[in-house]
């Protein structure tokens, strides 16, 4: 079974970067960041699928993140950039088929362990 595992969290100030990445034991048709504060519902941030469908943003962080992949290695990349406190959250890798909404996160049927993402003012 395919297995993801994320690394790059950390705690930055405002206006700063930090880059994510998901390492995937095996291959799947697209890929997704999904974040959770504290309190608040998961939200899908971005994701990435193969077979030409392209990227996907969440409005909020459209112009500021980046999704990427690095099919050699099978790791997905979330660069961020401009972050504010409102992006503070664990923010989680996921994976699917093509089937479902990319912001669905039930038609994800892989999930990471989650990777903490602080941003201070």
């Known amino acids: 079974q395919v297995q993801l595992v994320e690394s790059g969290g950390d705690s930055v100030q405002a206006g700063g970067s930090l880059r994510l990445s998901c390492e995937a034991s095996?291959?799947?048709?697209?890929m997704g960041w999904f974040r959770q504060a504290p309190g608040k519902k998961r939200e899908g941030v971005a994701a990435i699928c193969t077979g030409g469908f392209g990227t996907y943003y969440a409005d909020s962080v459209k112009g500021r993140f980046t999704i990427s992949q690095d099919k050699a290695k099978n790791t997905v990349y979330l660069q961020m950039h401009s972050l504010k406190p409102e992006d503070t959250a664990m923010y989680y890798c996921?994976?699917?088929?093509?089937?479902?909404?990319?912001?669905?996160?039930?038609?994800?049927?892989?999930w990471g362990q989650g990777t903490q993402v602080t941003v201070s003012s």
């Open positions: 996921a994976a699917k088929g093509y089937g479902g909404y990319w912001s669905d996160g039930y038609a994800y049927n892989l």
């Open positions: 095996g291959y799947s048709n697209c």
